[in-house]
Each structure stands twice: as C-alpha cells, then as structure tokens.
C-alpha cells in the first residue's frame, strides 16, 4: 500500500523502480557516443519489480511503492535543490517541478538507475533498481533525521532484496 502524505512519499519508504526517467521525466538515458547522441530505454523488468513488491507485503516492516526513479545529472540544480552553490530558480520553481516530477509517476531521485538501466536492457539482463526515500522534498533538502534512523533506512532495500533472494533460492 502506497501511503502518500499529499504530493509525497513518508520518509523511509522503499520505492521499486519501474522505470528510470530523466529530469524531464523520460524513461531514456541519453549518451554521446563517438559525438552522436544515442537514446537508450531505461524500462526495467516488471515482472521482477512485482515479486519485489510481493517480497514486501510478505516482510510487512515498511511502506512499499513501485514508481518512477528520477536520474539526474548532478546532486544540487539537476534535483531541484536550493542548497547548493549556484541556484537560480525560486523556492516556488522548485516545488511546482517536484509536484510535476510525482504527478508523472516520480517517487524518488538519485542519479544513478538510468545508466544502469539503460546497460542492462542493452545486454538484455532482468533488472531492478531498489532505493529508499530519506527525506520529503517538498519540505526542504536537508536530512533531519538522525544516525539511527537513517542506518534503519538504509537496510530496507537490502532487508527486500534479502529476502527475495533467500525466496528465489527456496530459503523462506
């Protein structure tokens, strides 16, 4: 069950990854190769993404979605961030875009799961990308959340895939 708190995810929740998009909410990685650009799909396995879910519900410890990962370039103005060196855009830009970024199906951002994606469709392996949510967006950039708190995040993806492993092998 997807428990929403308006236009975001609760703190600590686990996404599974439908699809990585780009900052402009695109399921592509875009990649320059020998100086063309070259548009590769970042679909990841749904089939794969449902037994995770269904991992999740059968561990019961923490809120689980399947949604879009958001990659981008960059840590600070790629995310929409008002904390970094540079920032030229309002508090109000940010917010309008991140309340566009969940209306498309976006549930987390990293920066990361479209080259792999995109890698993994290309040599036709079965993939999953697993992440954890550690703060709301909409309220700020800043982890407030202590050590403890956030090392428990932390081991929610692993405690899943874990767990879907251990069910894969016959161990549960």
Same mark, same amino acid.
């Given at each position: 069950m =997807?428990?929403?708190?308006?236009?975001?995810?609760?703190?600590?929740? &686990?996404? #599974?990854?439908?699809?990585?998009?780009? %900052?402009?909410?695109?399921?592509?990685?875009?990649?320059? *190769?020998?100086?063309? !650009?070259?548009?590769?799909?970042?679909?990841?396995?749904?089939?794969?993404?449902? =037994?995770? @879910?269904?991992? !999740?519900?059968? *561990?019961?410890?923490?809120?689980? &979605? #399947?949604?879009?990962? @958001?990659?981008?370039?960059?840590?600070?103005?790629?995310?929409?961030?008002?904390?970094?060196?540079?920032?030229?855009?309002?508090? =109000?830009?940010?917010?309008?875009?991140?309340?566009?970024?969940?209306? !498309?199906?976006?549930?987390?951002?990293? @920066?990361? !799961?479209?080259v792999? %994606?995109? @890698?993994?469709?290309?040599?036709?392996?079965?993939?999953?990308?697993?992440?954890v949510?550690?703060?709301?967006?909409?309220?700020?950039?800043?982890?407030?959340?202590?050590?403890? &708190?956030?090392?428990?995040?932390?081991?929610?993806?692993?405690?899943?895939?874990?767990?879907?492993?251990?069910?894969?092998?016959?161990?549960?």
């Amino acid at each position: 069950m =997807e428990r929403k708190r308006g236009k975001s995810l609760e703190p600590g929740s &686990v996404v #599974i990854t439908r699809k990585s998009v780009d %900052a402009t909410f695109k399921p592509q990685f875009e990649q320059v *190769i020998l100086g063309k !650009s070259v548009i590769r799909s970042t679909d990841l396995d749904e089939q794969l993404a449902k =037994e995770l @879910m269904q991992c !999740s519900k059968e *561990i019961n410890e923490f809120n689980t &979605v #399947i949604g879009n990962t @958001m990659c981008t370039l960059d840590f600070y103005e790629g995310q929409g961030r008002l904390d970094g060196a540079i920032c030229l855009y309002t508090k =109000e830009e940010k917010l309008q875009y991140l309340r566009e970024a969940f209306e !498309s199906g976006v549930r987390n951002i990293e @920066m990361e !799961s479209s080259v792999f %994606a995109a @890698m993994c469709n290309l040599s036709g392996v079965k993939a999953a990308v697993v992440c954890v949510t550690l703060l709301d967006r909409l309220k700020g950039d800043q982890i407030s959340s202590s050590h403890d &708190v956030l090392v428990e995040y932390q081991q929610r993806p692993q405690k899943l895939v874990g767990y879907f492993i251990k069910k894969r092998l016959g161990k549960v």
